[in-house]
């Protein structure tokens, strides 16, 4: 059991993640790590390489395939990619009902501002 709820399950076929209602990322999974323990994101490994995974939404952030995936600061991940490396950047708190507040991945770093004014800029 985890403070989150948490739980990492292993399947025939790999790894997954449920909580204490559900399965919420299939066992199929080579690898399976939270990003930050307290934010809704997790880094799948694939045959193919590493993807990212919005727990409470239970869908991948985008279809692209990672090399590798490095933390680029507080809230913000280097995702690395033979075919142009992107970041994830992640708001400080999370709402999953305002698109604004929920993780992307960006072709441009993170910018010097916190996630609270980005999101009061576009709130404009």
Not at 3 to 20: F, P
Not at 43 to 60: N, P
Request: aromatic share 12%.
């Amino acid at each position: 059991y985890s403070y989150n709820g948490l739980m990492l399950v292993q399947g025939r076929d790999g790894r997954g993640i449920r909580d204490r209602y559900e399965l919420i990322l299939p066992a199929k999974y080579s690898d399976v790590e939270l990003l930050k323990s307290h934010k809704p994101y997790c880094k799948i490994e694939t045959r193919d390489g590493w993807q990212i995974y919005d727990i409470v939404k239970q869908e991948l952030l985008s279809e692209d395939i990672f090399d590798a995936i490095v933390p680029y600061g507080e809230f913000s991940f280097l995702l690395k990619s033979d075919k142009g490396d992107k970041f994830l950047i992640m708001p400080s708190s999370y709402s999953r009902f305002n698109d604004k507040m929920t993780a992307v991945i960006s072709e441009q770093p993170p910018t010097c501002m916190t996630s609270r004014e980005q999101y009061q800029k576009n709130d404009n």
